[in-house]
């Protein structure tokens, strides 16, 4: 049973940064290819960060310069560090496989506001 369980969400002023964990179980990210995704209020989900297996990255254009992510494969653990966050990063944030083959996990919110 695949589990995907993320953190490290927050409030936090524009300008500042933060670090997102993802925590998986049943799935292997030295395997897969895994992303990180996010959901802004009213739109869909979009894919913001892609890690391939052997640690190639891309980024949408969005969040290109800003967010980093990375990978730790003996924790089986994505992280996604974000710095000069946006007003417009407000979102839940979701990692899964690219494509996503898990069930989505509850998400972490970050809030970016004055």
């Known amino acids: 049973q695949v589990q995907l369980v993320e953190s490290g969400g927050g409030l936090v002023q524009p300008g500042g940064s933060l670090r997102l964990s993802c925590a998986a179980s049943?799935?292997?990210?030295?395997?897969?290819?895994m992303g990180w995704y996010r959901r802004a209020p009213g739109k869909q989900r979009e894919l913001v960060a892609t890690?391939?297996?052997?640690?190639?990255?891309n980024y949408a254009d969005s969040v290109k310069g800003r967010f980093t992510i990375s990978k730790d494969n003996v924790k089986n653990t994505v992280y996604l560090q974000m710095n000069s966050l946006k007003l417009e990063d407000t979102a839940v944030y979701y990692c899964?496989?690219?494509?996503?083959?898990?069930?989505w996990g509850q998400g972490t919110q970050v809030t970016v506001s004055s």
């Open positions: 890690i391939t297996r052997v640690g190639g990255t």
């Open positions: 049943g799935i292997s990210v030295s395997i897969y290819s």
């Open positions: 899964n496989s690219v494509p996503p083959l898990a069930s």
